[in-house]
């Protein structure tokens, strides 16, 4: 049983007993459920914005522990202050340390887009991102039919929450329903967890062009932001650079000042 199969099948587990906890009609009397969310894919697009999904994300199976003492609070707040488009927060616990409790803290402190990170398996979960406060929830292709992305899609639409589709191959292009806005491309592979970075570069003319596009794992430089950029990516979501640092949120201001001071080089000499 590889990693991603591993994780699905825990994951139905968790639901189950989730749901017997909290039932659907406990979810609806959330503060969250009947607010309006924000949209995820106009952020992106923001000219005034970097691009960047700045990630919350304490630990995962490929690098175990990456910031045990996290401080959700003082980095969402951070992440936002220092320009970034929207913050993903991941809220499985048993693979990646994290919990609900972390999404709603960043919706509390925080205006921008929020991203639940999550492996969604079943409706209750997209009701369940409406109540704790997501804009925006992940569907991955890798462990849904086409069927069930068309379905998931339909119900996130419904409750005003917009879905970023993640594929990793060309095989699971077939599978974008035409309700997703946003296509994201994970350049990790979720079965033997090995990044390449190539995975974003030789998919990007295959996607519709009409989708806003996002490369996620493995972005580390601001070289790779310029480079996708110009391929038609706008997104970039970063989990793990940010992360090992101390204070997350003053890797990515950094990141974002350079990234924003490259562009502004780059755009002069163009104009000259």
Known sequence: ???????????????EETKKLYPTKLLEQSLYFNTSTVSLNKYLLRKDKSGII??????????????????VEKTSIGYMQAGASAISVLTDKTFFGGCNEDLRIARKFNFCPILRK????????????????????LLIAACLT???INSFTNLAAGLGLEVLLE??????IEKTSSK?????????????????????FNLADKLPKEKTK??????????????????????FLIGSHFMKHPEPSLACKEFITSLQNETIKKNLSYAN
């Open 146 to 148: 086409k069927t069930e």
């Open 54 to 71: 700045a990630e919350i994300k304490k630990q995962s199976p490929s690098k175990g522990i990456i910031n045990k003492y996290l401080n």
């Open 180 to 200: 997703t806005n946003i296509i994201g491309i994970n350049n990790r592979n979720l079965k033997t967890l090995k990044i390449d970075l190539n995975t974003s």
């Open 214 to 235: 996002v490369a996620e794992s493995g972005i580390e430089t601001i070289e790779n932001i310029l480079k996708l950029k110009k391929i038609g990516y706008s997104g």
């Open 118 to 137: 999550e492996f969604i398996i079943d409706e209750y979960q997209i009701i369940e991102a409406k109540s704790i406060g997501a804009d925006a929830i």
């Open 167 to 172: 594929i990793h191959d060309e095989t699971e």
């Open 1 to 15: 049983m590889n990693t991603l199969e591993k994780i699905i099948a825990t994951k139905k587990l968790e639901v």
